[in-house]
């Protein structure tokens, strides 16, 4: 869900940024949202391909329940 407040042609907290600041052109906020769209991308991809790495912490912490 945040990957499409932060993407266009959505990207309602861009459209915030821009009205708070602006001076900025939305160009240049579109622009530095970038890199954290392809994180969130990354990670997505990281879930499909080894979805136990969604649980090895919570494994790590309490336990495999058996």
Same mark, same amino acid.
């Given at each position: 869900?945040?990957?499409?407040?932060?993407? =266009?042609? @959505?990207?309602?907290?861009?459209?915030? !940024?821009?009205?708070?600041?602006?001076?900025?052109? $939305?160009? +240049?906020? *579109?622009?530095?949202?970038? =890199?954290? @769209?392809?994180?969130?991308?990354?990670? !997505?991809?990281?879930?499909?391909?080894?979805?136990? $790495?969604? +649980?090895? *912490?919570?494994?790590?912490?309490?336990?495999?329940?058996?």
């Amino acid at each position: 869900m945040e990957i499409g407040l932060i993407s =266009p042609p @959505v990207g309602l907290n861009l459209y915030v !940024i821009n009205g708070i600041a602006q001076d900025i052109l $939305l160009k +240049t906020i *579109l622009t530095g949202s970038l =890199p954290f @769209v392809a994180c969130m991308i990354l990670a !997505i991809v990281l879930l499909c391909l080894f979805p136990e $790495l969604a +649980t090895w *912490l919570p494994n790590l912490v309490m336990g495999t329940i058996i």
